[in-house]
Nanobody
Framework: EVQLAESGGGLVQAGGSLRLSCAAS????????IGWFRQAQGKEREAVSCISSDGRTYYADSVKGRFTISSDNDKPTVSLLMNSLKPEDTALYYC????????????????????WGQGTQVTVSS
């Protein structure tokens, strides 16, 4: 069974850092793109970042230069290092996986056709 398990959320002050991790099991990593969505209270769910097994990446404009995604294909695990956090980054962060090697496809279809974790809360105080 395909399973995604997130960890690393918490409470941090503005300007601080957190590292989120997503451990994947039950499928072949080489066939998938894995990444992160987030949903703030009262806001639309949005794609944050993703990475394919060959290392291609996507970042939302709002996090470019602050967040870095990486992967360990041997486990497999995908991590999101979040630096210079802002209160607007406060959200429930979900790990998602899509049967595609194209990061843009991940963004487009993850909501309707992807596998999802349970989410981990990130709260940034001002």
């Amino acid at each position: 069974e395909v399973q995604l398990a997130e960890s690393g959320g918490g409470l941090v002050q503005a300007g601080g850092s957190l590292r989120l991790s997503c451990a994947a099991s039950g499928f072949f990593w080489d066939d998938y793109t894995i990444g992160w969505f987030r949903q703030a209270q009262g806001k639309e769910r949005e794609a944050v970042s993703c990475i394919s097994s060959d290392g291609r990446t996507y970042y939302a404009d709002s996090v470019k230069g602050r967040f870095t995604i990486s992967s360990d294909n041997d486990k497999p695990t995908v991590s999101l290092l979040m630096n210079s956090l802002k209160p607007e980054d406060t959200a429930l962060y979900y790990c998602a996986a899509v049967l595609s090697s194209n990061p843009q496809t991940f963004v487009a279809i993850a909501t309707s056709a992807g596998y999802w974790g349970q989410g981990t809360q990130v709260t940034v105080s001002s």
